[in-house]
């Protein structure tokens, strides 16, 4: 697969702090990347490089292998956290607006915006102002607003807050959609659960620092820890040296769940069989890593080692 | 450059069409008109009231001298003064004019008796006529008549020329001073007005937090510019529909009013000629009038007014956008806000000085710095400035606003991203001369 943007070793320094230091990592066309990271780690900064709003004190961008310039302007959609609308405008100029700021004409954007009205369910708000609209109605005509222009790369940060739950799940297809029309989004988040749901690949950036990245699914196995969880009936009693229990904790109807971490080179089947022989087993499943987790432990470890 | 245009026209059309802007476009003229109207209304339609006024002249001076005068109708009495009084007492006539047996060189003594305090006006006719009677009494003792009067009387006009420039263009301080005090403080209502709007638009967009989206579309600084110069153009549409819109009101408000242009003319003579002035008097201050404006350079005074007009705002409106960009809410400007009004009000305090020596060096100085020079040299130039000092001046106008259009932008596209930073005049210089 090919990427559509590369950040080569980009540094960025504010007054009294270091915002980013030598951050590299490449964005595959096609893909839903997550960038990760706590608060204050560097994502906006990163964010505002891509966009050509603020520029980096050493290395390259460069998107489709060219090195970041003012056209690409045009091929970037971003929806940053902080956003607003013009509260006295109308629904429809508003929008016009940002498209033509973007350098599309007229009559297409017009065409464009209707297009996306029927797609979206809203109502005929053209000629609304701003501020007759609810809060998630503004979230809307600012998505509208971000893909209008069709862009190869869409930003977007923290998409989701102020959407009640039925309207991020319509936003969430559109991102879905997007994708598969061959557009590439950057999606930065502290919600975990959506980034689980949404991305193939991701970055954690922590304290200026890129301290993971690649594909969703290679990260999950790098942090598998051979771990399992059996729920079973009845005390398990001791196992042998290959295995060790990291916790125990009942469940109803008596049941009892207990995670098992494989020391060697011994596989899942033969600790089954051990288990079988040693109590009833109920259930028996790997225990894979949330995003969440792995979040909370490199962040953890990178703090501390 | 297109982007600059998205902008400003987006900030000019949402502008022109708010309520408020129509509003003041368009009553301003009308109130204009209103009162030039009232001015007009006044003095052609004859609804003053007459005084009759009983003259009991034991002088024998005045009496057959005294001829009515504005709202003063005479009426020369011969009647012991109490039974004068008496019937002035009972509604006979307005008042009673008493004019002692007086001393023709010092008149001393002379009473009006009302029943009524008279007005202002009623009052000074009254004195007008008395004086004039004496000083006809007078003439005829001493055998003069109005010709020889006349004949003494001699007119001269002495054209003031000014020495430096080949024009050589003759100014008169009245209207020249005039001419610049206008021009000037139309520059300062500008500043101060539009400026301001300037730093509320910027500072709405950051607090809106819209800016983070256009700032992804265009450079702040097109951003800025856009701001600035479409609030200009407002700010220009607003002075020409006043300057068209009045011009129309007053062209009809006359024939509105039913009274033809003639009638007008010949009401503003009268008015002018309400003094103490005859009618020769009159046509030689109308002259003098018609002849100073037509020595007032006008092509030079409206060029230098559209330049410092347009580079002065262009000046201030950098740094009260740099002022909307630093700050979170109106009430952070205010510390910001003092040091760039005062230069402006400072200007139009300097004024009067200016006026009474335009040639001086505190006009000088105070014409070149950009800070005060589009106001003060404005007021300058009716008086003839040498063309070298008005050319340093717009140069250093340019200068001016090159450099603070500079520092705007520098503070203003970091300004705008900060969000809840506490800014002071150190924060806003280590903005300024931070790196890209």
New interface residues.
């Given amino acids: 697969m090919q990427d559509i943007l590369r950040i080569n070793e980009i540094s960025k320094s504010y007054a009294n702090h270091q915002a980013l230091s030598r951050v590299s990592m490449a964005i595959p066309k096609q893909s839903i990347f997550g960038l990760l990271g706590p608060n204050g780690a560097g994502k906006t900064t990163l964010i505002r490089i891509i966009n050509q709003i603020i520029s980096s004190d050493a290395g390259t961008v460069t998107i489709n292998g060219e090195l970041l310039n003012p056209a690409h302007v045009r091929v970037i959609g971003y929806l940053p956290e902080e956003r607003g609308l013009y509260k006295k405008m109308k629904v429809g100029e508003h929008l016009l607006y940002f498209a033509q700021l973007k350098g599309l004409g007229r009559k297409e954007a017009v065409t464009r915006i209707k297009a996306w009205f029927k797609k979206l369910d809203i109502p005929d708000w053209l000629d609304k102002k701003v501020e007759d609209l609810s809060k998630g109605m503004q979230q809307k005509v600012q998505f509208i607003g971000t893909v209008l222009h069709n862009p190869d790369l869409i930003i977007l940060d923290e998409p989701f807050s102020g959407f009640d739950p039925i309207n991020a799940n319509i936003i969430k297809d559109e991102i879905l959609e997007l994708r598969e029309k061959g557009s590439t989004i950057i999606f930065s988040t502290h919600r975990m659960e959506s980034v689980e749901e949404l991305c193939d690949h991701i970055a954690l950036i922590d304290n200026s620092h890129k301290i993971l990245d690649g594909p969703k699914k290679d990260i999950k196995n790098r942090f598998r820890s051979q771990t399992f969880s059996v729920i079973h009936e009845g005390d398990m009693g001791a196992l042998d040296s290959h295995y060790q229990v990291v916790n125990t904790q009942s469940l109803e109807d008596g049941l009892l769940e207990t995670k098992v971490q494989i020391k060697d080179e011994t596989d899942s089947n033969r600790l089954l069989k051990h288990l079988i022989a040693q109590t009833k087993v109920v259930g028996f499943n790997e225990v894979i890593p949330s995003i969440n987790d792995i979040f909370i432990q490199a962040v953890k470890e990178a703090t501390h080692g | 450059m297109d982007?600059i245009f998205?902008?400003l026209r987006?900030e000019y059309v949402?502008r022109v069409k708010k309520k408020s802007f129509l509003l003041a476009t368009f009553l301003t003229p009308l109130l204009f008109g209103a009162l030039y109207a009232l001015a007009i209304y006044l003095s052609v339609t004859d609804s003053e009231e007459e005084f009759n006024i009983k003259v009991l002249d034991q002088s024998g001076y005045v009496g057959n001298h005294i001829e009515d005068k504005g709202v003063a109708r005479f009426e020369v009495i011969n009647e012991p003064l109490d039974t004068a009084k008496a019937k002035v007492k009972q509604g006979e006539g307005f008042a009673l004019l008493v004019i002692p047996p007086l001393e023709l060189y010092q008149p001393k003594g002379i009473v009006l008796y009302t029943n009524h305090t008279p007005g202002l006006e009623l009052e000074g006719d009254v004195d007008d006529a008395v004086e004039l009677a004496l000083e006809e009494a007078k003439m005829d003792k001493l055998g003069l008549n109005q010709s020889t009067l006349d004949s003494i009387k001699t007119r001269v006009k002495i054209a003031s020329k000014s020495l430096s420039g080949e024009s050589a263009t003759s100014g008169s301080s009245a209207i020249a001073g005039a001419v610049g005090t206008l021009s000037g403080m139309l520059i300062y209502m500008f500043i101060l007005i539009y400026g301001a709007q300037v730093m509320r638009a910027v500072m709405q967009e950051k607090t809106?937090?819209?800016v983070?989206?256009?700032?992804?579309?265009?450079?702040p600084f097109q951003l800025m510019m856009g701001k600035i110069i479409g609030v200009a153009l407002v700010g220009l549409t607003q002075f020409m529909l006043w300057i068209i819109l009045t011009g129309a009101i007053l062209s009809f408000a006359p024939s509105l009013l039913g009274a033809d242009p003639a009638t007008l003319a010949e009401a503003g003579t009268q008015v002018s000629m309400a003094g103490n002035g005859g009618n020769a008097q009159a046509m030689q201050a109308i002259d003098k009038v018609n002849e100073m404006i037509g020595q007032i350079n006008l092509p030079l005074i409206i060029g230098s007014f559209i330049y410092f007009f347009l580079t002065g705002y262009l000046f201030y409106a950098a740094l009260f956008a740099m002022v909307g960009s630093a700050v979170d809410s109106e009430s952070d400007t205010q510390q910001f806000m003092l040091p760039i009004m005062l230069p402006v009000i400072a200007s139009v305090m300097m004024l009067g000085p200016v006026i009474k020596d335009p040639s001086g060096d505190l006009a000088f100085w105070l014409s070149m710095i950009p800070f005060s020079s589009p106001i003060i040299m404005m007021i300058r130039i009716p008086f003839d400035v040498p063309m070298w000092q008005l050319a340093l001046s717009m140069l250093l106008m340019v200068a001016g606003f090159v450099t603070t259009t500079w520092m705007a932008g520098r503070v203003y596209r970091i300004g705008i991203?900060m969000?809840g930073a506490k800014v002071n005049y150190k924060v806003l210089f280590?903005w300024l001369m931070?790196?890209?």
């Fill in positions: 982007k998205l902008i987006r949402s809106s937090k819209i983070e989206i256009l700032v992804s579309s265009v450079k991203l969000h280590k931070s790196k890209d």
